[in-house]
């Protein structure tokens, strides 16, 4: 076991080093698609009353739904080279926006979504809504 840890290790170690940049782009893509999915339901689940949960859940599908097909399309569906539509040229890129930044673009389309399917449906029970006021409310600390 641990002679397949180090190999494993020396695996992951090849594939941060090479191609050059590869983990940088990683993390900023894993960046932007939390940014897409699960920053807008966070943040207004804690400071609205009135989003739901078929709001959020909505939402956070239409932002990472957003943000992976603009991903794919300029860098290919699942990385596979050659299967990307418009090509990884900044003359593609929607406003200039590279693939790995796109993420701010999917959570704005996701509180746009949370918050007009949150309009379209019934409100959430009043014990949920005094969850919401009592987790941004402090209590006292005497």
Same mark, same amino acid.
Do not use: C
């Given at each position: 076991?641990?002679?397949?840890?180090?190999?494993? @290790?020396? +695996?992951? &170690? !090849?594939?941060?080093?090479?191609? %050059?940049?590869?983990?940088?782009? /990683?993390?900023?893509?894993?960046? =932007?698609?939390?940014?897409?999915?699960?920053?807008?339901? *966070?943040?207004?689940?804690?400071?609205?009353?009135?989003? /739901?949960?078929?709001?959020?859940?909505? +939402?956070?599908?239409? =932002?990472? =739904? @957003? /943000? *992976?097909?603009?991903?794919?399309?300029?860098? &290919?569906?699942?990385?596979?080279?050659? #299967?990307?539509?418009? +090509? !990884?040229?900044?003359?593609?890129?929607? *406003?200039?926006?590279? %693939?790995?930044?796109?993420?701010?673009? =999917?959570?704005?389309?996701?509180?746009?979504? #949370?918050?007009?399917?949150?309009?379209?449906?019934?409100?959430? %029970? !009043?014990? @949920?809504?005094?969850?919401?006021?009592?987790?941004?409310?402090? @209590?006292?600390?005497?």
């Amino acid at each position: 076991s641990r002679l397949a840890m180090a190999a494993a @290790v020396l +695996g992951a &170690g !090849d594939l941060g080093l090479n191609p %050059p940049g590869f983990a940088a782009g /990683t993390v900023a893509l894993a960046f =932007g698609l939390a940014a897409a999915s699960l920053f807008p339901a *966070l943040l207004l689940g804690i400071f609205s009353k009135r989003v /739901t949960r078929e709001g959020a859940v909505l +939402g956070m599908l239409a =932002g990472i =739904g @957003v /943000t *992976l097909a603009y991903v794919f399309q300029h860098k &290919g569906i699942m990385f596979i080279p050659g #299967t990307s539509f418009l +090509g !990884d040229l900044p003359p593609n890129w929607f *406003l200039g926006i590279e %693939p790995n930044a796109f993420g701010v673009v =999917g959570a704005i389309v996701n509180f746009g979504a #949370t918050l007009t399917v949150s309009r379209l449906t019934a409100p959430p %029970p !009043d014990s @949920v809504q005094q969850l919401v006021e009592d987790i941004r409310v402090p @209590v006292s600390s005497s």
